[in-house]
């Protein structure tokens, strides 16, 4: 059983950045992918970024392009979502998910979820 930590989340002014963590434990973290996906207030669930198993391609939103990276560290068990140039529509709650052994898309059958991360952008 796989058990995802987020961290990182936090207030942060219109143009900042944050950078999210996902921990995880409890499973060979090298064989999930990871998406990021994000919940704002009184909307739905959305996707925001995935990278794939082997760590070889990533996903994003189009949203998010050229603003939020991607990345994994399998030494440490952690994915990490880096976020540039946030604007108020950013705010949301963070989540971070596994897929074993997937491709890291929006469809991906993401079974693993940690418990959110807040972010708030001030404008």
């Known amino acids: 059983q796989v058990q995802l930590v987020e961290s990182g989340g936090g207030l942060v002014q219109a143009g900042g950045s944050l950078r999210l963590s996902c921990a995880a434990s409890?499973?060979?973290?090298?064989?999930?992918?990871m998406g990021w996906f994000r919940q704002a207030a009184g909307k739905e669930r959305e996707f925001v970024a995935g990278?794939?198993?082997?760590?070889?391609?990533?996903y994003y939103a189009d949203f998010v392009k050229g603003r939020f990276t991607i990345s994994r560290d399998n030494a440490k068990n952690t994915r990490y979502l880096q976020m540039n140039s946030l604007n108020p529509e950013d705010t949301a709650v963070y989540y971070c998910a596994a897929d074993l052994w997937g491709r890291g898309t929006p469809a991906g059958d993401y079974k693993y979820w940690g418990q959110g991360t807040q972010v708030t952008v001030s404008s």
């Open positions: 990278i794939n198993w082997s760590g070889g391609s990533t």
């Open positions: 409890g499973g060979t973290f090298s064989r999930y992918a």
